[in-house]
C-alpha cells in the first residue's frame, strides 16, 4: 500500500460571510493571532508526513501564494534590524513543503476542486484538508486520518458528534460495523431531521482519499444537470462498490466558518498564547459583559 504524501487543500470560495474584507483578501489569509488559517492547514498536513501540498485557488487569492513564498527585501531588512526569531518564521515558510498552485476558473464546488488537482496526485492516496476547520490535539486531525486509512486501506471521512439541535445544520452519516472510533459508512443524509436519524456524525471537511474518487467525481458528474461537481456524490456512488470508513475525530476544534466562531478561535488562541494570556485574560475581565 503507498503512503499518503499529498494534500489537497481547496481554497477557491468567495468568503462572502465576510465582506467587504475578502473583497480583496482571502477567507484563507485571515490571521488567528499572527498566523493565518491556511498555515494551520499546511502544517497541519505537514504533521501527517505529507511532502506534496496542492493548493487550489481562484483569481484573488494571489495572497496565499505570496505567503509561502520567498520576501528577499523582507528576510534582508530583519537581518539587518537584528530580528532573528521573526526572520527565521518568514524563511520557514517557503521550505515547509513542496507547495503547488492549482486554478480553479469556476466555482463548481468542491468536487470540481479535487478533480482540478488530478494531474498533480496520479494514483497515489492523498490527503484533504478544507480551510473551515482547525481541529488541535496533541495528535492532529490529519494524522488520526491517515493512521486509520493505514490501518483500513480504504477512504476515510472525519466527523465528530453534534447535539441532537444541530444536526439539521449539518451534513450527517449513518454508521455500520462499528470498530473502535471508526466505522463503515451506511448512508450519507443531507442536514436531516433530528427524527430523520439517529446518528451524530457530522462529516468534517477532511478525508483520506484514493486516486479512485477521481472516477466516481467524473461518473457523478456526467450523471447530473447542475454544472456543481460534489464529493458528496461521489462518496455515494463509491460506497455502493467499497467500505467507506467515518472516523470520529479526538479533538478540540476551531471552526473559522463564521465570524463568531472566528472570533471565538482567535480568543481561545490568545489564551493559549504564552506572551499574551496574561495581559489578555486581565483585559476580558475588565470588559462589562
Known sequence: MKKVKKCIIPAAWFGTRFLPATKALPKEMFPIIDKPVMQYLVE?????????????????????EDHFDSNFELEKKLENSNKFE??????????????????????????DAILRSKPFV????????????????????????VETFERKNSPVIATIPVTDDEVSDYGIIESKLVDGDSFVVDK?????????TISRHWVVWKYVLNS?????????????VSWEIRLADAFELMRQEKDIYGLTIVWERYDT????????ATVKYALKDKKLWKEFKEFLKTLDI
Do not use: H
Not at 479512485?212 to 447530473?224: G, M, N, P, V
Open 188 to 196: 450519507f443524509l443531507e442536514k436531516p431531521n433530528k427524527d430523520e
Open 44 to 64: 497541519e498536513a505537514i504533521s501527517a508526513w505529507c511532502e506534496d501540498i496542492i493548493i487550489v485557488t481562484w483569481k484573488n487569492k494571489r495572497a496565499i
Open 257 to 264: 466558518w463564521s465570524k463568531m466562531w472566528f472570533l471565538k
Open 122 to 145: 496520479g494514483d497515489e492516496p492523498f490527503l484533504v484538508l478544507f480551510w473551515d476547520d482547525i481541529i488541535e490535539n496533541d495528535k492532529t486531525a490529519a494524522t488520526q486520518l
Open 86 to 111: 521573526s526572520l527565521e518564521k518568514v524563511k520557514m515558510l517557503n521550505s515547509m513543503a513542496n507547495i503547488v498552485y492549482v486554478r480553479q476558473p469556476y466555482p463548481r464546488w468542491d468536487g
Open 212 to 224: 479512485d474518487i477521481f472516477d466516481y467525481l467524473e461518473q457523478s458528474a456526467s450523471k447530473k
